[in-house]
């Protein structure tokens, strides 16, 4: 594996986990919603 190789593979990881984490922010911002919803009736 050369240098551009592993550099590139690093970018990728990076790009995955960033998107990975705003899946999370998303599901649990979403629950905490429904869950303020659920609380006002």
Request: glycine share 2%; hydrophobic share 25%.
């Amino acid at each position: 594996m050369d240098e551009k190789q592993k550099v590139f593979t690093k970018v990728k990881a990076a790009e995955y986990t960033n998107k990975y984490r705003q899946d999370i922010y998303g599901i649990v911002e979403y629950v905490q919603q429904k869950k303020e919803d659920l609380e006002e009736d």
